[in-house]
């Protein structure tokens, strides 16, 4: 199946993924920029009318740059929606994003028929995270286009199927949009997940350690020193399951090779430990950071990408 046209028209096969609390307009404006979909959760925005300031800034921007660079234009932005009962901006986010026909949106945690309808309304697509192949044929059961496959490794709410066996048994009866989520750092790891069958790779952490992000130099720095021995896969903090930097809970005070487990019927995405909170002090990060070595603007991250994706399809062609 030919990829929609919005997703088809992207400069490269990466998708920016959204980063809670991290994520703003600067950010995706870069990446889109940059020809990566950039992409932010609708959440980001605080209090929810900034959410109308920051589509808006974000589509002016872009079309701007468009009319500037007529033969060389942004990649289109995407919008996360959580669409989890404990989301109760949910209504007021979707209406934002209808205002300014937000061209794709990532819904997470739970798949809705009506969202999705919504969306094909104002001529959008609707990619949904899953984490197995029994979440994947229910989100496309309930209208989705594409499938985000989270697959071990990933930052943030993670999954623990290998990206190989994941996808590969999606593609057993889906040939739709694939963007592949896992430990993904390098050019040729974006080929890579081109190579098992996705249609885009999707890239989180590496994008945290770029100068347009919105987290802290500590966090940052954090990604730059670490390596995989450094994330940690457990519950605790949200009541689903994810990958942490180690550092960020021994700052919390808590021993991150004994973290207990939490029920999962209670999510949250601010909970606290002590004076630390989920996502702000305990961070969330994928184990594909190795290959981060410093702190630099998005647009030498994307090349740096581009590079190296070029260099690996040139080995295997002279292979």
Known sequence: MPLPPVLESAPLPIIGSPLFIISNPKLVIEQCKAGVI??????????????????????????????????????????NQIVHKSNDRLDHDMQMCAKYK??????????????????????????HDIINNTHAHKAIDKGADGLIPVAAGAG???????????????????DGPIALSGAIGTGAGVLAALACGADFAYIGSAFIATEEARASDAYKQCIVDSTSDDIVYSNLFTGVHGNYLAPSIRNAGLDPDNLGHSDPSKMSFGSDYGAKKAWKDIWGCGQGIGAVKKVVPVAELVARLKREYDQARRRICTA
């Open 156 to 174: 943030g709410h993670a999954g623990v199927k290998s990206p190989f066996a994941l996808v590969a048994e999606i593609r057993e009866w889906f």
């Open 102 to 127: 937000v061209p794709i949106v990532i819904s997470s945690l739970g798949a809705r028929v009506e969202v999705n309808q919504a969306v094909h309304a104002w001529g959008g697509v609707v990619l």
């Open 38 to 79: 950039g992409a932010m959760p609708a959440l980001n925005a605080r209090p929810a009318s900034q959410l109308d300031e920051w589509l808006a800034e974000i589509t002016e921007t872009l079309a701007a740059y468009d009319r500037a660079n007529p033969g060389k234009p942004a990649a289109p932005f995407a919008i």
